[in-house]
T-cell receptor, first 113, second 116 residues
């Protein structure tokens, strides 16, 4: 069964460093998303991406965050200058069409120290 | 106001018994979708079941069924014949289909423990 692949599964970074979280969505999917889950809390929407541009973003997704689809297969989330409170599980998800279901990746656990 | 409310932070069920996990939602949209996801301790999000607001029949997927009561704005997940592997966190989520937003809004989750 097709799956969304996220790498790395776990990343530890120093506060203030830049991190790039990578995702390979399902190949025929057109809509891409990033979600965040701080430990023990609910899953929160960060950003959606369609047709090579951001279609929606939450208030969490401030100027330190950016997304890119650099080569038609990867979908990346960059955090420019990490803070301790960025420590969370980050999920990538993709969807074939606008009202279809979502497939989530296994997540990247980001720890900022 | 919370868009998705899961009032049971933790639930216990005996193996082979059925269990209902509660979810209520709040939206003024006529068109929306309701989802349930399972998150085991390993962390991944596993899709379980989907109910569209215009679907007249309750969704079922194997041992999972969704008790959709539109007037009450509830979308409870029923797991029949619980198994030890069902122990996990369960999230209810909603997608509102109006405007440009297509993202999911999640509830706070219910931690289900299946007892042998």
């Amino acid at each position: 069964e097709p799956e969304v692949t996220q790498t790395p599964s776990h990343q530890v970074t120093q506060m203030g460093q830049e991190v790039i979280l990578r995702c390979v969505p399902i190949s025929n999917h057109l809509y891409f998303y990033w979600y965040r889950q701080i430990l023990g809390q609910k899953v929160e929407f960060l950003v959606s991406f369609y047709n090579n541009e951001i279609s929606e973003k939450s208030e969490i997704f401030d100027d330190q965050f950016s997304v890119e689809r650099p080569d038609g297969s990867n979908f990346t989330l960059k955090i420019r200058s990490t803070k301790l409170e960025d420590s969370a599980m980050y999920f990538c998800a993709s969807s074939e069409a606008e009202y279809y279901g979502y497939t989530f990746g296994s997540g990247t656990r980001l720890t900022v120290v | 106001a919370q868009k998705i409310t899961q009032t049971q932070p933790g639930m216990f069920v005996q193996e082979k018994e059925a269990v209902t996990l509660d979810c209520t939602y709040d939206t003024s949209d006529q068109s929306y979708g309701l989802f349930w996801y399972k998150q085991p301790s390993s962390g991944e999000m596993i899709f379980l079941i989907y109910q569209g607001s215009y679907d007249e029949q309750n969704a079922t997927e194997g041992r999972y069924s969704l008790n959709f009561q539109k007037a009450r704005k509830s979308a409870n997940l029923v797991i029949s014949a619980s198994q030890l592997g069902d122990s996990a966190m369960y999230f209810c989520a909603m997608r509102e289909n109006s405007g440009s937003a297509r993202q999911l809004t999640f509830g706070s989750g219910t931690q289900l423990t299946v007892l042998p």
